[in-house]
T-cell receptor, first 113, second 111 residues
Framework: DTGVSQDPRHKITKRGQNVTFRCDPI?????LYWYRQTLGQGPEFLTY????????KSRLLSDRFSAERPKGSFSTLEIQRTEQGDSAMYLC???????????FGPGTRLLVL | SQQGEEDPQALSIQEGENATMNCSYK?????LQWYRQNSGRGLVHLIL?????REKHSGRLRVTLDTSKKSSSLLITASRAADTASYFC???????????FGKGTRLSVIA
């Protein structure tokens, strides 16, 4: 399977704990995006990378959220000191810089108790 | 913030019928895309229409775009039970701007 993969698919954590999600994009895609989706809503953009450079991070929801793409391949999204309001689906997508279409992974569903 | 607003929020039809979903947006765009999401899964790209296009077809899908009204419609003809999903429109204003999604239309196709 050469699509976008995300790990884990599901995460249950207690309030105050840190969580980290991983995204592996389609191999030749140099752009990688993170979105958050809450129930009944469309995806909400968080941040994106071109290769290893994070080009937009002002939409990250708070300073508890951070993302990295150290070698321009996979990316991680970390949420520190999780809150119940962080419960959502976290989606990763990738694309070529020259193309408009984004390819989405299956998402990581986070539940904060 | 979400730019697109889909209408209706939910739609239930019989298999074989056509389904029409509408999307309105607020700012100028470079292109508009439609995505499908099966329950609890990731999104799948369906079709992209550029701001200088008025209509586009792909299989059973027909998309229209009216930039003067800032609106788009997605028509699925001869619907099937497998078309049951949520459908989202997403707009893109430029190469370095993020996709902005609407809230989606939940389509149920009853066999």
């Amino acid at each position: 399977d050469t699509g976008v993969s995300q790990d884990p698919r599901h995460k249950i954590t207690k309030r105050g704990q840190n969580v980290t999600f991983r995204c592996d994009p389609i191999s030749e895609h140099n752009r990688l995006y993170w979105y958050r989706q809450t129930l009944g809503q469309g995806p909400e953009f968080l941040t994106y990378f071109q290769n290893e450079a994070q080009l937009e991070k002002s939409r990250l929801l708070s300073d508890r959220f951070s993302a990295e793409r150290p070698k321009g391949s996979f990316s991680t999204l970390e949420i520190q000191r999780t809150e119940q309001g962080d419960s959502a689906m976290y989606l990763c997508a990738s694309s070529l810089e020259t193309r408009w279409t984004q390819y989405f992974g299956p998402g990581t569903r986070l539940l904060v108790l | 913030s979400q730019q697109g607003e889909e209408d209706p929020q939910a739609l239930s039809i019989q298999e074989g019928e056509n389904a029409t979903m509408n999307c309105s947006y607020k700012t100028s765009i470079n292109n508009l895309q439609w995505y499908r999401q099966n329950s609890g899964r990731g999104l799948v790209h369906l079709i992209l229409i550029r701001s200088n296009e008025r209509e586009k077809h792909s299989g059973r899908l027909r998309v229209t775009l009216d930039t003067s009204k800032k609106s788009s419609s997605l028509l699925i003809t001869a619907s099937r039970a497998a078309d049951t999903a949520s459908y989202f429109c997403a707009t893109n204003s430029g190469r370095n701007t993020p996709l902005v999604f609407g809230k989606g239309t939940r389509l149920s196709v009853i066999a």
